[in-house]
């Protein structure tokens, strides 16, 4: 726990002022007049799960959104100027994202003189001078490294304090920076080096910079923040110090104590109890530390953990798609072999994995032909491809599917995101698969296709199928699921099953909370 | 909708510029020179000098289909073409050996290739290029650095200038081959792996093709057309030690442009075809014209790049739709990525 005293941000200048700022996307109010305060030199926790408006913020902050008119946003008392990037610059506000965006193959000289500019004399590189400025730059984070070192040879912090310290940059175009917005700095680091991380945190706060700190993970929140703005649905749920709040308060605030209303349409379905379809045996494959499971015909599976716990790569390594260390797969009676995704297809395993423009589907071919290239077979007549029985299938499925535009010729790339996963859905139903392995199957799709998709799912299942859902929408897998498991640090940790299943649940333990404690704290009282 | 939903006719510049710019060309030139240009001899001639260009260009077709470069198409021809007509004159091969011969050494080196770009997982362009000098040497091995006498007899000769209908035959051999490769293309589960791999390699992996195998296959089609060009082009024009690396960039031009032609977006084998003769119809016109030596090179460089340049162009104008649409995609159905889920309880 934070000794530092909660009365820091009344003492000290505002770094960040954010007040009553609401944005509504098509008649969908992603945030509801949210208030934000950050003092100088304070390290301030911004909490939210998936969907609370923490991003939206974000991104109104940097300019990329612009807010709803009505609110006010102040960065070191000056007012930020609606959806300008560089007004957000020009004030002192500083971003370091997820995607840390340095060049591994360069010096980390040359990686922090890559925006500010090079120290130049007729011309030619200084590199003296560029190595002074960077030892200089790197020690306001708390870093003592070699400038001359390659990015791409530094530990995971270490690069992530290459990026804070590029970003704390002096500029002589713009005043001192003022804001520090961290998104999920430590989502991606190993546990050893969080601690790193966080101590350069410090160093940067204690100079007076005032730390917006994004993060799923509540241990930092506890060793690094002093103050916690918690967003649920869009408002601000609670303001508080970190000295005065508990941890299983805190995950009730981020969770709400609301009822789980999702209907949950898989609570009828039955699962069969034979032969397991699918069973893993100690899977490892870095973050993933052993993994065992079972997937039975008719069984829903979710996967659930935050960002780094493994949930990214579990169903990638099932089916090949990412390189396993360790560990079997077994279909039924075939077993396997790593790295094979044609060979998992045989065995009756279909992948729909998560990033639909790069591995789902192929966006300049047409909606048939990204449907039919799963399973060539049944056209193949007389030494050609029979266009006319593509087409008929083809046309059936975007039936089926409720495609649209029902344009079986069109480029994949033509249609809104949600056509464009069912179009892949259908790819995979066709093959008529024993086991689905679905990796966030509904993200970046509109609430109509998500409910089809949804049913589409549940029916596979119901037909004999075993489906495994990987996704960090925990309502989704409230909604769907009979089991979910939990992972966090590459381990399953917890297994939800039956009226268990709920939102909450899955929240509390991805956040790492015994299961119900802390539900049932009154909101109110805190904030 | 009807199946040519993606390829629908229009008059517009889209798809059939390419017509448009041949029919151009025939007018400009018959009605310039209609004595020397709107002649039977000068259609028969045209189509048969363009139809080893063609042939390469069919070749190099494939490869880029997958997404793989080939640059060594040009080195293949050629040594296909010294190879072929020295085994014929200096080693008394027969005919039938020989182009065999041509044709297994066309296809080893295709078979290195491959190996090189999926074994070993060098960038193809760098791999063919590679290839392309290590072939230039090994012609010049076998060819002693002189050029070969062509083999005396008619059956070499007649093997591509016996005509058919007034063109001389290898016109038809490079139609046949034409069918057979837009065949595959179009109409084989092949095609449409090789197109699945030009446009995302890894998706294409995780929809269980092999990737490796048809990039591989791939770059032996291309080598072992290559090849047999070669060996048309030593029977047609006699052997030169030079002519390979001259075709290159015809070929190159021709596919890219093809690629703006008929179906936009996609390298086809019509639209190769169509560039093919655009670009020779219109150098063989101006050069009734003018008699100048560079009008060739000329001609070919600034179509390369101008269909290069125009492809670029509307893929960018493609991606900037594509952009567009996602844009308001995203914030009309999911606002901000996975930041706003459905409200849960009241």
């Known amino acids: ?527 | 909708m009807s199946a040519t939903d993606g390829r629908r006719f229009s008059f517009g510049l889209q798809s059939y510029s390419g017509l448009y710019l041949w029919a151009t060309f025939i007018i400009v030139f018959g009605v310039w020179k209609p004595d020397l240009f709107l002649t039977s001899a000068t259609l028969h001639s045209v189509a048969a000098a363009q139809a080893v260009s063609a042939m390469l260009a069919l070749g190099l077709l494939i490869p880029l289909t997958a997404g793989v470069y080939d640059l060594s198409v040009g080195a293949v021809t050629n040594v296909s073409a010294v190879l072929v007509v020295t085994l014929q004159t200096v080693h008394g091969v027969s005919m039938g050996p020989a182009i065999l011969a041509a044709i297994a050494t066309s296809a080893a080196i295709g078979t290195a290739s491959g190996f090189i770009v999926v074994k070993l997982k060098v960038n193809s362009f760098v791999a063919t290029l590679g290839m392309a000098t290590v072939v230039a040497a090994i012609q010049t091995i076998i060819s002693g650095g002189t050029q070969p006498f062509p083999p005396s007899g008619s059956a070499w000769t007649s093997f591509t200038q016996q005509t058919v209908l007034g063109f001389q035959i290898i016109v038809l051999y490079m139609l046949v081959l034409a069918f057979v490769v837009w065949w595959v293309l179009d109409h084989t589960p092949v095609g449409r792996y090789l197109y699945a791999i030009g446009g995302s390699s890894e998706a294409a992996r995780l929809t269980g093709i092999s990737v490796g195998r048809w990039t591989w296959l791939s770059l032996i089609a291309s080598s072992t057309i290559a090849g047999t060009a070669g060996i048309f082009y030593a029977s047609l024009s006699g052997p030169s030690l030079t002519f390979g690396q001259a075709l290159l960039l015809p070929a190159f031009a021709a596919v890219f442009l093809g690629s703006t032609q008929l179906r936009p977006g996609r390298f086809n084998v019509w639209g190769t075809l169509l560039a093919v003769y655009v670009l020779a119809t219109g150098v063989q016109g101006l050069q009734f014209v003018t008699g100048v030596q560079w009008l060739n090179d000329m001609f070919n460089g600034v179509a390369l790049l101008a269909a290069v340049s125009f492809a670029v162009w509307r893929q960018g104008a493609k991606g900037r739709r594509r952009e567009r649409a996602t844009a308001t995609d995203t914030q009309a159905e999911h606002p901000v990525d996975a930041d706003v889920k459905q409200p849960v309880g009241s």
């Not at chain 1, 001078?129 to 530094?154: F, K, M, S, T």
């Not at chain 1, 704390?168 to 601690?195: F, G, I, K, N, Y």
């Not at chain 1, 589907?361 to 007389?382: A, C, H, K, Q, Y």
Request: overall charge negative; aromatic content about 4%; hydrophobic content about 45%.
């Open chain 1, 1 to 527: 726990m934070s000794a530092r005293s909660e009365s820091v941000a009344d003492r000290e200048p505002s770094a960040l002022a954010v007040r009553g700022v609401s944005k509504t996307f098509f008649g969908n109010a992603a945030l509801s007049g949210v208030d934000i305060d950050v003092a100088a030199g304070e390290v301030h926790a911004l909490l939210g799960e998936n969907g609370s408006g923490k991003s939206t913020i974000i991104k109104i902050l940097a300019g990329y959104h612009r807010p709803d008119p009505g609110g006010e946003i102040l960065v070191a008392s000056r007012a930020l100027e609606p959806g300008s990037p560089d007004s957000a610059y020009a004030l002192g506000c500083r971003f370091v994202h997820q995607d840390l965006g340095l060049i591994d193959s360069r010096s980390i000289a040359d990686n922090l003189a890559l925006v500010a500019g090079f120290p130049l004399k007729w011309g030619t590189v200084r590199d003296g001078e560029l190595r002074r400025i960077a030892r200089r730059d790197l020690a306001r984070v708390g870093l003592d490294l070699d400038p001359d070192l390659l990015v791409g040879a530094l530990s995971p912090a270490e690069r992530t304090g290459v990026a804070v310290a590029r970003a704390l940059r002096d500029d002589a175009s713009a005043p001192p920076v003022s804001l520090l917005v961290l998104d999920e700095p430590t989502a991606t680091l190993p546990d050893a080096e969080v601690q790193h991380l966080l101590s350069m945190v410090r160093t940067v706060a204690n100079r007076g910079v005032g730390v917006l700190y994004v993060t799923h993970r509540l241990e930092e929140v506890f060793q690094v923040a002093t103050t916690i703005t918690v967003l649920r649905d869009g408002h601000r749920v609670a303001r508080v110090p970190v000295s005065s709040v508990s941890r299983a308060e805190l995950i009730s605030l981020l969770v709400g104590t609301e009822f789980d209303d999702v209907h949950r349409v898989s609570a009828e379905l039955p699962v069969e109890h034979d032969e397991p379809l699918l069973v893993a045996d100690a899977l490892s494959a870095a973050p993933i530390d052993r993994i065992s499971l079972e997937i039975r015909a008719g069984d829903v599976v979710g996967v659930a953990g935050i960002t780094g716990s493994g949930r990214e790569s579990l169903l990638s390594v099932l089916f090949g798609a990412h390189p396993r260390q360790a560990g079997t797969v077994r279909v039924g009676q075939t077993s396997l072999p790593p790295s094979r995704p044609d060979l998992a297809m045989r065995a009756g395993v279909a992948f729909l994995p998560p990033d639909r423009k790069t591995q789902g589907g192929f966006l300049d071919l047409s909606v048939r032909e990204n449907m039919t290239i799963s399973d060539l077979g049944p056209f193949w007549r007389r030494l050609r491809l029979s266009r006319r029985q593509e087409k008929t299938e083809v046309t059936s499925w975007i039936e089926r599917l409720s495609v649209r535009p029902p344009a079986a010729e069109a480029p994949l790339s033509s249609l809104s995101g949600g056509n464009q996963q069912k179009v892949l859905f259908a790819k995979w139903l066709r093959r008529s698969p024993k086991v689905f392995l679905l990796d966030e199957p509904t993200q970046g799709v509109d609430i109509g296709a998500k409910a089809e998709l949804h049913l589409e799912i549940l029916e596979a299942a119901r037909a004999g199928a075993g489906v495994v859902v990987s996704s960090s929408d925990t309502d989704e897998l409230a909604a769907l699921c009979h089991r979910v498991l939990v992972l966090r640090e590459g381990r399953i940790v917890t297994s939800l099953a039956g009226s268990a299943v709920t939102a909450a649940a899955i929240s509390h333990a991805c956040l790492g909370a015994d299961l119900g404690a802390g539900v049932g704290v009154d909101d109110g009282g805190i904030s």
